[in-house]
Nanobody, 123 residues
């Protein structure tokens, strides 16, 4: 059974940084695309960033230049480095493992999800 465990969320002031981590277990990590999504209260879950098996990346427009997704296949871990955080980045952030090795940006392209970690950015 695949398990994804996020860590690294917290409270930070606007302009600050956080690094989220997601440790995966249960199937060969390096052969699957990974993604980060977020969900704010009263809103739908939205795409943030994704990385494919080979390290190719894509980002949602509002986080380009501020967030960086990376992966360490030896540690079965994917990261999300978040810089220049804004109050509108406040949400629960979810790590997800894709159904295939390619980059994917839609919720239904992912079949395993972590429990989420809260990120709160104060103004």
């Amino acid at each position: 059974q695949v398990q994804l465990v996020e860590s690294g969320g917290g409270l930070v002031q606007a302009g600050g940084s956080l690094r989220l981590s997601c440790a995966a277990s249960g199937r060969t990590f390096g052969t699957y695309g990974m993604g980060w999504f977020r969900q704010a209260p009263g809103k739908e879950r939205e795409f943030v960033a994704a990385i494919n098996w080979g390290g190719g990346r894509t980002y949602e427009d509002s986080v380009k230049g501020r967030f960086t997704i990376s992966r360490d296949n030896a540690k079965n871990t994917v990261y999300l480095q978040m810089n220049s955080l804004k109050p509108e980045d406040t949400a629960v952030y979810y790590c997800a493992q894709g159904r295939t090795s390619v980059i994917a940006t839609r919720v239904h392209d992912y079949d395993y999800w972590g429990q989420g970690t809260q990120v709160t950015v104060s103004s």
